[in-house]
């Protein structure tokens, strides 16, 4: 039953927006992760992503990964300019221990830039991390 499936929170995982320079188009991409800066492995690693703001949305992008290894991080998708004009939103599900974990990472529209990338965890690319 729904009351029996405990859902905890998402504790050093997240969700960022990185940019990253692409050598064959001489260019700099920004591309969204997820990072795993846990000890431990997660396994079935479901991500749903979707982008909107007042007049437009994006088609709904649904991720998969078999597992996503403790301390590693795996590209979820290449974020257009245009893209981060728009909110865009990261709903994460993984189970760690047989036990489900689950969390919504919101970039507000407009707030992924390089006046506000910052360190990111396990990555030598600046980003930006979601909310």
């Given at each position: 039953m729904k009351k029996d499936i405990e859902i905890l929170e998402i504790k050093d995982v997240y969700v960022a927006i990185v940019r990253q320079w692409n050598t064959e188009y001489e260019f700099h991409d920004w591309n969204a992760f997820i990072i795993n800066d846990k000890d431990v492995d997660l396994e079935m690693v479901l991500i749903v992503s979707k982008g909107s703001d007042e007049t437009r949305k994006?088609?709904?992008?649904?991720?998969?990964?078999?597992?996503?290894?403790?301390?590693?991080?795996?590209?979820?998708?290449?974020?257009?300019?245009?893209?981060?004009?728009?909110?865009?939103?990261?709903?994460?599900?993984?189970?760690?221990?047989?036990?489900?974990?689950?969390?919504?990472?919101?970039?507000e529209k407009?707030?992924?830039?390089?006046?506000?990338?910052?360190?990111?965890?396990?990555?030598?690319?600046?980003?930006?991390?979601?909310?």
């Open positions: 994006t088609p709904i992008m649904r991720h998969k990964l078999e597992k996503l290894p403790a301390k590693s991080c795996a590209k979820i998708e290449f974020m257009p300019e245009n893209l981060l004009e728009l909110s865009n939103e990261f709903l994460v599900t993984f189970f760690e221990n047989n036990r489900m974990f689950d969390k919504k990472f919101v970039f407009n707030t992924i830039n390089e006046n506000v990338i910052a360190e990111v965890p396990l990555m030598t690319d600046k980003g930006v991390l979601g909310k």
